[in-house]
């Protein structure tokens, strides 16, 4: 089996052939309208983009989607859900502003931004999913609770699953922060011997687990909730991630993203650009160098498929220099574990077909 994935590059020489436009068309070649019923509370999922972080994507690009959804007289709504980690968008109200600072304001889309899973992170449903890690999973209620979904991701590299696209934003983009708690609960971070004892980790943690014992940081394994603040904010990088425990977390992801399209069965629509193609998730508060070229918009009905096909494309190019991408700049060279070498995200895609997400064998049809 294979599934259909929609290509578009981003030459231009005419209005007709603008990235307004070519999104539009890969709108109604991948046929979305078909699933938008009239009255639909349609949720177009999206990463709103850190404080300081400029690599999401555009609202002028997201306005092309709201249009052509209004078009089938549905009702829109922008959303995204709160983060686990304590930076610019932990909470609903944050989450809102920095969302309005970088650009998503009802002025600019002309429909509403909803944090689907409340001001606190404690708007979510549970949801039977049945496999191996979940019995359940704890998607965000007003992603729950919409009649269908847009997923529109910005395709770049991540430091504990390699990349990320489609079925990255489902898991963490759709999950409550318990949600977010359980899939990295099998990534605690390391300390090693290169902790100074400078508690500057002691300072960072949210849940106050971290104390310092003759004269090194330690932390309580049972409290931590892996929101990794104490390795970004250690000065000496003494604090790692336990490489070995990405495959399970890589997993977990799965079967979230699973659960937040198990109950909208034709109802779900995937676009993955690839431009600004960083090393890191927009979650970062900064934006480091491309590691390829801008290379063109996706869209497909299977988010393992487009994930597959990005992937493929973002390999064939060659490498960038001055960028993170330390290995692997030839052409076919496998870009993210050039970046991220202990990471291998084909677990993803692997797995993802395992449960029945979709495909990895793909038909790119190119507009």
Request: with cysteine; aromatic share 8%; glycine share 10%.
């Amino acid at each position: 089996m294979s599934s259909e994935v929609y290509f578009s590059n981003f030459r231009s020489r005419s209005q007709g052939e603008n990235k307004n436009s070519k999104i539009k068309q890969l709108f109604d070649r991948a046929g979305f309208g078909e699933f938008i019923n009239k009255n639909d509370l349609t949720a177009i999922k999206l990463h709103f983009g850190e404080k300081g972080n400029d690599a999401f994507l555009k609202p002028v690009l997201i306005n092309s989607v709201v249009e052509k959804t209004l078009e089938y007289r549905a009702k829109p709504f922008l959303t995204d859900t709160n983060t686990l980690y304590y930076g610019s968008r932990h909470n609903a109200v944050d989450h809102l502003q920095t969302a309005m600072k970088n650009g998503f304001a009802y002025a600019v889309t002309g429909v509403p931004v909803i944090i689907a899973d409340g001001i606190r992170g404690d708007n979510w449903i549970p949801v039977n999913v049945g496999l191996n890690h979940f019995s359940k999973v704890k998607i965000a209620g007003d992603i729950e609770k919409s009649d269908s979904m847009l997923v529109l991701s910005h395709f770049k590299g991540h430091g504990m699953s390699g990349f990320g696209g489609a079925i990255k934003n489902l898991a963490m983009g759709c999950a409550s922060a318990p949600g977010k708690i359980e899939q990295h609960q099998c990534a605690k971070p390391i300390i090693t011997e290169e902790c100074t004892g400078c508690e500057t980790c002691i300072g960072s943690c949210p849940v106050s687990v971290m104390s310092l014992v003759e004269g090194k940081a330690v932390y309580d394994r049972g409290e931590c909730i892996a929101c990794n603040n104490c390795l970004s904010n250690c000065p000496e990088s003494a604090i790692e991630l336990d490489l070995d425990s990405l495959p399970e977390f890589m997993e977990r992801m799965v079967e979230y993203a699973f659960g937040a399209v198990i109950n909208k069965e034709g109802k779900v629509g995937y676009i993955n650009f690839l431009m600004d193609i960083t090393p890191d998730c927009d979650c970062e508060s900064f934006s480091d160098a491309s590691i390829v070229p801008d290379i063109g918009i996706l869209a497909s009905n299977d988010p393992v498929a487009l994930d597959k096909a990005s992937y493929d494309l973002v390999n064939q190019e060659a490498g960038l220099e001055n960028s993170l991408l330390e290995h692997h700049h030839h052409p076919g060279g496998d870009k993210f574990r050039g970046v991220w070498e202990g990471v291998d995200g084909r677990v993803l895609l692997e797995y993802a077909e395992e449960i029945g997400m979709g495909f990895q064998k793909y038909e790119l049809i190119t507009l």
